[in-house]
Nanobody
């Protein structure tokens, strides 16, 4: 059974940092597109970043480029999202997702393309 468990959310002031973790289990971790999404109240789920665990290619939304970094630890079956220079508009529930194909182009940011999801972790950034 595929399981994705996010952790690391919290409340920070603008300009602060958080590191989110997504621990994967129940499937072959390698060769998956692992994505981070976020959803604020009343808004659609937005693709933030993704990494292909089979090769390490990374993808970022324009809104987070230069501030967020996605990385992986294959020994721990874990993907991380380092979030720096946080802004109030980054406030949202953050979700981890997985799909057993390479990430590609703009596909990584499409929520419907992923079949496996975690429960989410809340990030709140105050001004």
């Amino acid at each position: 059974q595929v399981q994705l468990v996010e952790s690391g959310g919290g409340s920070v002031q603008a300009g602060g940092s958080l590191r989110l973790s997504c621990a994967a289990s129940g499937y072959t971790y390698i060769s998956h597109c692992m994505g981070w999404f976020r959803q604020a109240p009343g808004k659609e789920r937005e693709g933030v970043a993704a990494i292909y665990t089979g090769g390490g290619s990374t993808y970022y939304a324009d809104s987070v480029k230069g501030r967020f970094t996605i990385s992986q630890d294959n020994a721990k079956n874990t993907v991380y999202l380092q979030m720096n220079s946080l802004k109030p508009e980054d406030t949202a529930m953050y979700y981890c997702a997985a799909e057993p194909v390479p990430c590609g182009g703009s596909w990584y940011a499409l929520a419907y393309a992923y079949n496996y999801w975690g429960q989410g972790t809340q990030v709140t950034v105050s001004s």
